[in-house]
């Protein structure tokens, strides 16, 4: 054992760390699961971990809600920086690692990725340019994103400032195209999930014949399904996906290729267009999902050809699942995974002629198995792994220590 091993050993049974998150529920969405599964793996290796929120639910011990008494669902910026201030005036921390912009953090993790490249993305969802500059000029209007922008550019822009651990190379460009931000002050810590999630045969056998029962199919059919998991269907790409089994479906293939759609967003516009395009005999919408490691268990293929994404969860616990994936350059996840071999990357959800070719790709058995037998051989799951995430976080801590000393 090394000196470093045995210095990362010691600092491990003493260091304390603030994980800093503006709501404490893993309803909301995967920043959320993100933070929760992060600080269960830094315990796990010995740290004692401190989520701090504004607002959130939750009995967990080591979670501390400053402004739950505050009016709002949310609270302001400039509250919950007063309420964190007093918190540690308060209590102690070695790390102070935060998800929202604090210039007082020792760490930024901005895990939606910067905000200036959320906005534009955004706009550019909603593929009219009439929206597209309706949607950035009333952007400036909302007091609350232009805070937060504002602090986020201060941050990236102050050569003292937190080191900035990014989840991607996509969001490293975004900080340096947007923001000027230096390459000394950016980390690339590739984003990880849990890979160890169990799988309930009986609600993932119910599953598969719920979809199979919705689309008049038995199993003799050998149907290809391709899973798309979202919240935000239209900024996930959910249209122009199908836009491409529209034209899938009317092209030859080894087997027929059928959507299933899983999420907390509303159906409507897209049932339409699926029955406009004659392909929603093809395709399911099943609402939100309890675990999506049960319906990753009973599909063939994770296909999100996203808009917007700093490096999407979904797609790596497909990956930790075994299953080839789809999806687009602007998803931070096509970092842990290789084009051709994993699965598909197309240049931008637009591009529907790309996006079916991937879609009967896979319509091919041998395929799906030989992208299957990549990920395991590659050992892509311990890469994924949160663990793998925790490990390097530790390493960066010490780091920071070691440049900082802390009484």
Wanted: some cysteine; charged content about 25%; aromatic content about 8%.
């Amino acid at each position: 054992m090394h000196a470093g091993q045995i210095r990362v050993i010691i600092l491990t049974m003493s260091l304390k760390v603030a994980i800093v998150i503006e709501r404490a529920d893993t309803t909301l969405g995967g920043a959320e699961r993100s933070v929760f599964e992060l600080a269960a793996a830094l315990t796990a290796r010995g740290l004692c971990a401190d989520i701090l929120a504004a607002k959130g639910r939750t009995n967990n011990k080591n979670v501390h809600i400053l402004c739950g008494d505050d009016p709002g669902k949310r609270a302001s910026y400039s509250a919950f920086e007063r309420a964190l201030r007093k918190h540690f005036l308060e209590n102690h921390y070695d790390i102070i690692h935060s998800v929202w912009p604090f210039g007082f953090a020792d760490v930024y993790q901005p895990r939606g990725g910067t905000y200036a490249e959320s906005i534009l993305r955004n706009a550019a969802s909603y593929q009219n340019i009439f929206i597209e500059r309706y949607k950035m000029l009333t952007t400036f209007g909302n007091l609350r994103r232009n805070t937060l922008l504002r602090a986020e550019r201060r941050l990236c822009q102050y050569p003292d400032g937190p080191v900035i651990a990014a989840l991607s190379r996509y969001v490293v460009e975004q900080l340096r195209r947007h923001y000027g931000t230096a390459s000394q002050q950016i980390v690339v810590i590739p984003n990880g999930v849990k890979t160890d999630g169990r799988i309930s045969s009986q609600e993932a056998d119910q599953l598969r014949t719920r979809i199979l029962t919705q689309l008049r199919l038995k199993e003799a059919d050998n149907p290809v399904l391709f899973l798309f998991v979202a919240n935000n269907f239209r900024l996930k790409g959910l249209a122009a996906l199908i836009k491409a089994m529209s034209n899938a479906a009317r092209r030859a293939g080894e087997r027929k290729a059928y959507l299933i759609v899983a999420g907390h967003d509303k159906p409507h516009r897209y049932r339409r267009l699926a029955k406009k395009l004659n392909c929603l005999d093809r395709t399911v919408f099943l609402g939100p999902l309890r675990h999506v490691q049960n319906a990753l268990s009973v599909i063939d293929v994770a296909v999100l050809p996203t808009f917007y994404d700093p490096s999407s969860r979904y797609i790596l616990e497909a990956l930790a699942a075994g299953k080839p994936v789809i999806t687009t350059k602007f998803n931070g996840a096509v970092d842990l995974f290789d084009d051709y071999r994993h699965g598909r990357i197309i240049d931008t959800p637009e591009d529907i002629p790309a996006l079916t070719q991937a879609i009967l790709d896979f319509t091919d058995t041998n395929n799906i198995e030989e992208a299957s037998r990549a990920i395991a051989k590659d050992n892509l799951k311990e890469e994924i792994s949160i663990g793998r995430v925790a490990d390097q976080l530790i390493a960066l801590y010490d780091s920071i220590l070691q440049r900082k000393p802390r009484k």
